[in-house]
């Protein structure tokens, strides 16, 4: 019968687990990994891991690093993960000549490799995002259980008895621990509340260069955006999935007041910050007792969260709650806080000035093409949007608000206001809750949402 690791041909005496070469590869990935999981520590406790490099305002990484399954027992997982690496750093420089230090080796190498796919299945499988930052820490487990499993199979029989199954037992315990405590066990907080100061100031924006970009930038799509009839050889009216262009089909929610659009001031950080309800987009009636104003991106997954969630409240409590809603882009082409490079958000910008457009041209209109656009994320080119738009208010209303410098202002104004908001947390959205606070990213559910961003009465 042939055995799962064959006996080498070598003495009880002189085997160890690792031989000096392996020895230095498992050190050298224990390093490496250590100083990753380190750095992401620091990033995750100092509220910057929308800051890392690879990652955007609501890249993959960000997302994963901050959502439901990146602690274990409230202790972020690149924490435990440092630990491990420690562990295995330590005990490799043994070379695995004592029994205790084979089995920790061999218990840290089966642990790193199972966990790796017990994290990999989350992402792709339950959160359908990928981390760089994590793959790399995934593989690097894998690459060092592989080494310390090919020395295990050089080991004489009887040493491999008295390793393996306590080593397994352990792993079996400790994944069922990690498991366990990520479904049932506490849960990460997934947003952070700042305060403001009446001496938080906002850069007003810079109307002459507005201009001169407004000037010298087309305002439709780029021509690589659109799709054409090769027949016909001409550009053909694109339109949203599931509708028409001669009549959208999405249908209006339930609590858009329709009657008028009045002004109501809101005023913030001790009035360094004003929006008008009836100069901006909002959802809701407008004499509701209490007002938010959320900042988002229309290809941010987690902005479409928040979405979600504040339509259950607008919808339950209609005359309590009203949402001023302000597009801010995350894309580096109009938002120069992004950071160099950055690729993700793809039409972020175009999707936030065609949707201020519809406003501008016909308010009524506006939250119809909210919606699309959330509903249908990632399937929604610049020429698809602006295909439905031109079906809500005209061809000529939208181009004639092309001329209109409201627009590329009012973006101009969320951008600066981001760009404030981020010193403290980069997170995306940002939901500003009262005179003062805000929130940076989501709650778990909505009654958390709930609790913050509506007092008792």
Known sequence: ???????????????????????????????????????????????QITNLI????????????????????LIPISGWCLVAYLVLFTTSTTAGRQRWSQ?????????????????MFLQIAVEQQLCPWCIVLHALGISAAGIIIHGLSKAPLHHRDRILPPAFAMTVLAMFALVTGQIWGPLPKTYQISEGSEATTFESPDTEAISTAAETQPCNPPEDFKQTDPKAGVVEPTTLPNSSADEPSLELPAHLDET???????????????????????LGKKDAEVFLVKYFDYTCHTCRDLHGALDQ????????????????????????YMRPGAKDHQYACELATLGLKVWRAD???FVEFHEAMFKHQGKVTPAKAEAFAETLVGKDKLNNVSLDLWVPETLQKAINVYGVLSRSNGRMPKL???????????????????GLVLPLP
């Not at 050190?27 to 992401?40: C, N, R």
């Not at 309590?320 to 894309?331: F, S, T, Y």
């Not at 005179?435 to 958390?448: I, S």
Request: proline content about 5%.
């Open 1 to 47: 019968m042939t055995e799962l690791f064959p006996s080498a041909n070598r003495s009880d005496m002189t085997w160890t687990l690792l031989d000096s070469k392996h020895r230095i590869a498992v050190q050298a990935i224990s390093v490496t990994a250590m100083l990753m999981a380190g750095y992401l520590v620091f990033m995750k406790w100092t509220g």
């Open 54 to 73: 690879g990652c955007g305002g609501d890249a993959d990484c960000a997302n994963v690093l901050g959502g439901r399954w990146s602690s274990w027992l």
């Open 103 to 119: 089995c920790a080796i061999v218990f840290m190498g089966l642990l790193l490799a199972t966990a790796a796919i017990w994290f």
């Open 260 to 282: 008028s659009f009045t002004p109501r001031v809101l005023r913030y950080f001790g009035g360094e910050l004003e929006y008008e309800v009836g100069d901006v987009p909002f």
């Open 313 to 336: 409240l607008l919808e339950k409590y209609p005359d309590r709650l009203g949402v001023v809603v302000i597009p801010c882009p995350l894309n580096r082409s109009c938002n120069s």
């Open 363 to 365: 308010p009524e209109k």
């Open 432 to 450: 500003l809750i009262s005179e003062k606070r805000v929130m940076h990213g989501l709650p778990q559910n909505l009654a958390e949402l709930e």
